[in-house]
């Protein structure tokens, strides 16, 4: 599956593009635009809004794609939900 696919196929099982653009925007405080995320289906989910994404899927018992966030990302937050520090 190409990286596209793999992004518009999460945004599908979290409720399409209106559902995860409000559930952005409540959980950041930010706006978030359901037409910019209809866009990230084709075009692949920013950098920006990856990590935030990841705690959505995570929310809903979903997964996402391996390569979806850096992997110092990924031990960060593991750390973060242990109450530690990365080195």
Not at 8 to 14: S, T, Y
Not at 50 to 72: I, K, N, Q, S, Y
């Amino acid at each position: 599956m190409t990286m596209t696919a793999a992004h518009a196929d999460l945004i599908d099982r979290l409720g399409g593009g209106t559902r995860v653009a409000e559930a952005l925007t409540k959980a950041t405080g930010e706006r978030c635009d359901r037409e910019a995320v209809y866009k990230w289906k084709r075009n692949g989910v920013p950098w920006k809004w990856r990590v935030h994404v990841c705690h959505l899927a995570e929310a809903m018992g979903e997964t996402v794609p391996d390569d979806f966030v850096d992997t110092r990302i990924r031990a960060q937050q593991l750390f973060a939900a242990a109450g530690e520090k990365a080195s």
